[in-house]
């Protein structure tokens, strides 16, 4: 361990994301950065998610891992069912919102009942940017509250932004706004000039299913003490300073202090070629190499495009078709990662080897290699053969792409997905774009698609987003290198938490109105 970062043995920092996996995932990845400084991190976490993760049981070879490298991490169950979000089903938003407000529900039951016995208060509280009534529960019972944000620093400041106006009676829009003037172009603090229908719409706009949790995150965010992020300060350089602006001037009108900004990220080894993830997450044998891995070895270097959707998207059938086509007609090396498809009169099948064009199948083995369900993600986008990456644009799939040096053709189908595209191809230029619509209503065809992938690989275009990936990936690994920002914010808020331990912070109460 660090020096620098020792910190008190008995600071025990509770970590709460959503019961969503890829927020799971990307809490348990800064909980061990946490606990690798010498904190204790208790973790929240269904048993749904932790088998997900490999992490489930006594005796857990992951468990016993994290102890003999000195990782205190307990795991706490939440006691609700954790949510495989189909995304794009239309009634995914109110499914959202119960299993949200079921899990703040449970959250002051447990912090109630273990302050009424007695038990060791929590040395801090940090909570998912959308578990606001967490955050509000810990502030309740006097328990220093902090926000740990998955998003991006642009879309997180969009979601203070945007709350202001609507504080004010502005930008009230419905979501029908986005037929009817979703073209039009909007300045959103810090970000490139975007879309309307590029918002992150399910939070900001008043007919969205959740906007409800959405409307709750705003106050929340401009009264935490402290924001994390799971980004790097040189990705998000300009919206890092305007949602500074946003804080202060919120705190400004209310004469108090404005919380503190701190990007932490990335929180994941970039350089490492250790496992990413339990390999028994797949069905694997403990120390056997996933079947997409052994493909990569048989590849030249930067010459294979990486295609995943996510956690948990659901294509419909149709459209994985095009995709395999398009693959296959840009002649390009390819891994192809799907999750069952939507189901239709026409396809009822979970197994998309009934959906995709058996010919197709058969025409690419030995160009290419697809799989239904999970793969090793980070250990793909590390693997000297990968040289690009088909994505969805989920904030945790985009920083790991980027941070890795693998340049991204960007294919958005939900929420904060636009931001994040738009921010890769128009900011960082470190990707190229799939033309698209909201998302899974308009058909990317295979010609399409074989346009991009050739363009990645094959065009100048192509080798300036790839020259910009690597500048990125160089970039993050300073920022976690000794007195790399990262660095530097880690060491800070770990010396808070040792300062908080020993009783010399205490926690504002300020109030959180919901407007």
Known sequence: MDPLFKAAATANVWIVPIVYISHVRCFLQFGKQLASHGVTVTFFCTKEDAERLGIHGPGNSTVESWKRDGLDIRLKDFGVEGQELAEGVSDEGDKWCRAINEQEEKFELILKRELELGLPRPTCVISDLWC???????????????????????????IVYLYQLRSKGILELPA?????????????????????????????????????????????????QVILFSTFQELETRPMIELKKLLQNAATKENREAGEVYPI??????????????PAANGHEEGERDPSLKFLDTQAESSVLFVAFGCNWNLPPKQMQEIALGLESSGQPFLCSFHPPIKTAEYPTDDIFDVLPVDCVERTKGQGLFVQGWVPQMEILRHPATGGFLSHCGHNSYLESVSMGVPVITW????????????????????????????????????????KVRALFQSEEGKTVRKNALRTRELALQSGSENGSSYNNMKTIVARLKDMTAGRTTQSSNPISET
Not at 417 to 442: P, S, Y
């Open 132 to 158: 606001p009534g967490v955050h509000a529960t810990a502030v309740k019972y006097n328990v220093p509250a902090w926000v740990f944000s998955s998003f991006s620093v642009g879309c997180t400041a969009s």
């Open 176 to 224: 029908s706004h986005l037929d009817e003037g979703g073209e039009e172009f909007i300045s959103l603090p810090g970000m490139p000039l975007m879309r309307i229908r590029e918002i992150d719409s399910p939070s900001s706009f008043v007919t969205s299913l959740i906007y409800p949790i959405g409307k709750r995150i705003g106050p929340t965010l401009q009264h935490a």
């Open 265 to 278: 990220g990335p929180t994941f080894n970039i350089s490492s070629k250790g496992s990413a993830e339990s």
């Open 412 to 451: 958005p189908l939900y929420g904060d997905q636009f931001m994040n595209a738009r921010w890769i191809v128009d900011e960082i230029q470190a990707g190229v774009e799939v033309t698209k619509g909201w998302g899974t209503l308009d058909l990317v065809d295979r010609k399409e698609l074989e346009t």
